[in-house]
């Protein structure tokens, strides 16, 4: 009888001990602080003039935009004209050239608003990446020196304390570490020319 009560408290006692190491080796609690990022961003010196320069950019395209759309419009209802004025008869060739040559000229604009748009998406999200590498490491030094291990925007929380929000103290490190950023990307890499087999 002994040996019986021995072994079942050998037993007891070896799933006690992995019991005892998970307890130990658990995660501890959630000690959180705040990080509004859309204050962050619409605050911070660097993003201020970062945002009037990029505002620049598409005012830019835009004007640019419009200077070679009224031409193009104005070309396009002479020659919409001149078709109809033919009545159905077929364009002659001096037309034909003149409606190719337009066409040529509508593509080339489209092309360099396209080429615009695509280099301000390229500055804007240069812009974003500039202010995220100066902007994670300040968040997790704050959060560790509040003596956090989570830091969350308020925009995913549905409520919290707001002696726990940090914003103010990141947005202080990120004017002192990021002063200014560049909203210009360096240049797309160029694509390799197709390859004859």
Do not use: W
Not at 23 to 51: F, H, L, W
Not at 104 to 112: L, P, R, S, V
């Amino acid at each position: 009888m002994t040996k019986h009560i021995l072994a079942a408290g050998a037993a007891v006692a070896a799933l006690a001990l992995p019991l005892a190491a998970q307890a130990q080796q658990r995660t501890p609690g959630a000690i959180a602080v705040v990080v509004d990022t859309s204050r962050i961003y619409t605050e911070c010196n660097a993003c201020k003039t970062a945002q009037a320069q990029l505002k620049s950019q598409a005012d830019a395209i835009q004007a640019r935009s419009q200077a070679l759309a009224g031409p193009l419009q104005t070309e396009s209802q002479a020659i919409q004209a001149a078709i109809n004025a033919l009545q159905g008869k077929p364009a002659d060739a001096a037309l034909q050239a003149r409606v190719t040559a337009f066409q040529q000229k509508q593509q080339a604009a489209q092309a360099e608003i396209q080429g615009r748009e695509q280099t301000f998406t390229r500055n804007r999200g240069y812009v974003a990446q500039q202010i995220n590498v100066k902007l994670n490491p300040i968040v997790v030094s704050v959060m560790k020196a509040r003596g956090a291990n989570l830091a969350v925007d308020p925009q995913n929380v549905l409520a919290y304390e707001p002696s726990i929000e940090v914003t103010s103290d990141v947005l202080t490190q990120l004017n002192t570490q990021l002063p200014s950023v560049s909203t210009t990307a360096p240049a797309a890499p160029a694509t390799p020319a197709p390859t004859g087999r």
